[in-house]
């Protein structure tokens, strides 16, 4: 036997077993990739190891690489997915308006977005009765800018 038969399960165990460490090095940047296909290594090389057959090693892990890539990467990175919901106070941004109070430049007015009143601030003048859009939101004023609706 050839010393490539006899420790090729070996090597890719250590390869799998590497790229699984390097993961931990590197954090989740690369959404678990290094560590399935590490797996992978370590898996195929484990399963072949009776066999003494680097053919088959390297059968085995390209199918169970190409399996993971194909296949379960695709749940693996949605299930890690972070969901970005707006809620609360965050979910007023991008609602339409009435200006209540005039706004200036220099002075904050008053703003009521659906049954709520608010502070709000703007880079341009906006007069009572505009309609406005709710671009953002710092503490309890809202930044806005006037839209075609209104007076």
Not at 25 to 43: K, M, P, Q, R, W
Not at 52 to 63: A, D, E, F, G, R
């Amino acid at each position: 036997m050839e010393f490539i038969d006899m420790w090729l399960w070996l090597i890719l165990a250590a390869v799998g077993l590497l790229l699984a460490v390097t993961e931990l090095f590197i954090g989740v940047d690369t959404g678990l990739d290094l560590v399935f296909i590490g797996s992978s290594f370590v898996a195929g090389g484990l399963v072949t190891w009776p066999f003494h057959s680097w053919v088959l090693s390297v059968v085995v892990v390209c199918i169970i690489c190409i399996a993971y890539v194909a296949i379960g990467r695709r749940y693996v990175h949605r299930w890690r997915a972070v969901k970005t919901e707006r809620t609360n106070v965050d979910a007023i941004i991008g609602k339409r308006g009435i200006v209540l109070r005039n706004i200036n430049t220099s002075v904050n007015g008053l703003v009521k977005v659906g049954n709520e009143q608010w502070h709000a601030t703007a880079s341009e003048e906006i007069k009572e009765g505009s309609e406005i859009e709710v671009m953002a939101i710092n503490g309890v004023t809202l930044t806005v800018r006037k839209t075609g609706g209104g007076k």
